[in-house]
């Protein structure tokens, strides 16, 4: 089967450069708030499309921080809806810290569901997740979501870090891509 070509024609603009700026502002100040007092928060990305927002996200907390990354993809569509596999892994011992998962959307939730339960396991103190989008229509599990950046449609939205086959993740707006996803 031949890969739809993408096309890359600029996406209509769902959310702007200056309403990202705002929210982005408005999620730093209540993390610094919740965590006052506390140690160390251990934020960890959920690679690639989180990168734009926790950078943008993180230059504001005050609180002292560290980093790390996970980087996860699903199995191809003939093996079990919602299998996610782990590409790469935290290189921080999550033991005992309050963690504080970054993720660009949060679409069926089966990856967040993967990560917050193997966090758990691994005997983090708390966890919590911060996410830019939700794309509340399209859950199919149930994860507790602790700081929402904006909920969205079900649409297929790229731009500032969200990507389609790799593309369009250096947009500074949040765009609905006009054309076949699949
Ligand atoms: P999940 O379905 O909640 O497991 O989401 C998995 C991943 O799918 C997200 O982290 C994104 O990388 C990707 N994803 C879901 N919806 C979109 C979208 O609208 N645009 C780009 N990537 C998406
Ligand atoms: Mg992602």
Redesign the pocket.
């Known amino acids: 089967m031949t890969p739809p070509e993408v096309n890359l024609k600029r996406p209509r603009v769902l959310i702007s450069v200056e309403d990202l700026e705002r929210r982005i502002t408005e999620l730093a100040a209540e993390i610094d708030r919740d965590y006052a007092g506390s140690e160390p928060i251990l934020c960890i990305g959920?690679l690639k499309?989180s990168v734009f927002f926790m950078v943008d996200l993180l230059k504001q907390v005050q609180t002292p921080l560290q980093i790390g990354f996970f980087q996860t993809s699903?199995y191809g569509s003939s093996t079990t809806a919602g299998e996610i596999r782990i590409r790469k892994d935290v290189d921080i011992s999550v033991r005992d810290r309050d963690v504080l998962l970054i993720?660009?959307?949060?679409?069926?939730?089966?990856?967040?569901r993967t990560i917050m339960a193997l966090l758990e396991f691994r005997g983090a103190r708390s966890v919590k997740l911060c996410t830019m989008l939700d794309?509340v229509a399209a859950r199919e599990v149930e994860v507790p979501i602790h700081y929402t950046g904006f909920q969205i449609d079900n649409?297929?939205?790229?731009g500032y870090g969200?990507?389609?086959d790799d593309h369009f993740r250096n947009l500074p707006y949040i765009g609905v891509y006009e054309g076949d996803v699949e």
Do not use: M, P, Q, R
């Open positions: 959920v499309g699903s993720e660009d959307i949060v679409d069926t939730g089966y990856t967040l794309k649409v297929f939205v790229v969200l990507d389609l």
